[in-house]
Structure formats: C-alpha cells, structure tokens
C-alpha cells in the first residue's frame, strides 16, 4: 500500500482553511468544532492547533481570505476598460458570478451575520466596513469626477447603498431561482444605472445616461 506523502504546511493550511469555510458556511460559527474542522481536512487537532491557535483564530484568517477573494474577483471589472457603464454592467455580473462560483464564501461575507460571539460579529462588521472602503476606493476616480470625496460621507453612502442592494439581490435570487444570471443582471442594471445615471458623478460624461445592454443605449 502506498503511503501518501506528507504535505507540506503551507499546502496543509490551505487545507484547513477550505475545510474551515465549508464549515463555518453550512454549520455556522457556534455549531462548528476544530474537531470537525481537523477531520474533514484530514489532520489531528494537535496538528491543527499547530497552524491556529484557537477557533477564533482559524475563522477570523478565514474570513479575511474570502474578503481579499472577492476585492479580487470585482476589483478588475470597477477599474478596467470601457464606459462608466460598461464597467458597472461587468461589476454587476462578478457579484452574481461570485456567488455562484464561491457560495461558502458568499454565505460567510454576506449572509452569516451572526455567530453567538461579539467579537465574531465585531470583526465580521469590520470586514463589511474594510469592503466598503476597498469598494470606495476603487471608485475614487469616477466620484471624484462628479465632485464627490471619495473620503466623504455621501461616498460612502453610495457604495453602501451599492452593495446592500447587488448582495439582496444575489440572496433573493439563490433563495427563490427563477431568473437565470443574465436575467437577474438586467434586472438589477434597471435599477441601479438608473440610479447612478442621475447622479453628479455620472452627468458628468456625455456617455452617462448610455445604456450599456445590448438594444437599450439611448
């Protein structure tokens, strides 16, 4: 029989930390054990206690991984090419292909708001917030375009809005189906481009009030 070959930590981490999200997502924060995170990434708790020091640890290094997974998933499609609303249309399809491709990571940023444990639900309000600066931040140009300080209460007003609606949506549609991703982004563009159309930061190109979607340009 042949033995299997050790893996080496940085492999048998990564392990750990994707046994932990599929953990964390379908158990939760209180019904989730290091024992059941040790068995189902195939290590001894000793072994796991190596690489976090406790529960809270291993959640809170989760959490952050999944963060930094989708700022780089969305990141590309806010500041690459094309119009202003080319560029939302895009972003609005990453957030719906996000959740899709990365459900467990999706149910730990966005929907898994509390854990029994105030400095769990501390952090994972920190992370919401360190999103919407991150979010900011990658809009800095276009709303300072439009005379908004991207370090300002109404920018970050705008991004939350932003997000808050994008991940109600994705929740409403994973939750009731009936609308295939195409037809969920159309719907959510009605929405949302009209809205950010109307505002000073997107008046301020000829191209604002141009739909991108095929058929709808003015």
């Known amino acids: 029989m042949s033995v299997q070959p050790r893996l080496k930590a940085p492999a048998r981490r990564a392990n750990i930390v994707a046994a932990a999200l599929d953990a964390f997502a379908s158990g939760g924060y209180g019904a989730t054990g290091m024992g059941d995170i040790a068995r189902l990434s195939g290590v001894t708790r000793a072994v796991l206690y190596d690489h976090f020091a406790s529960k809270k640890a291993l959640f809170l290094a989760v959490l ?39 459900p467990n990571a999706w149910r730990m940023l966005f929907v898994n708001a509390t854990h029994g444990d105030p400095d769990i639900d501390a952090a994972w309000n920190d992370v919401a917030v360190s999103l919407n600066h991150a979010v900011t931040r990658l809009l ?58 109307a505002t000073a930061s997107y008046r301020t190109e000829p191209e604002a009030t141009a739909d991108p979607r095929p058929g709808n340009g003015s």
């Open 64 to 102: 952050e991984e999944q963060r930094a997974t989708f700022l780089g998933f969305i990141a590309a499609r806010i500041t690459g090419e094309g119009s202003k609303s080319e560029r939302m249309l895009a972003t609005t399809d990453a957030v719906f292909r996000f959740a899709e491709r990365y």
């Open 140 to 197: 800095a140009d276009d709303l300072r375009a439009g005379d908004i300080d991207p370090d300002g209460r109404r920018a970050a007003l705008l991004v939350e809005m932003l997000i808050g609606a994008l991940t109600r949506a994705v929740e409403w549609r994973r939750k009731h189906g009936g609308l295939t991703r195409a037809e969920a982004v159309d719907t959510a563009m009605d929405l949302l481009w009209s809205g950010l159309a």
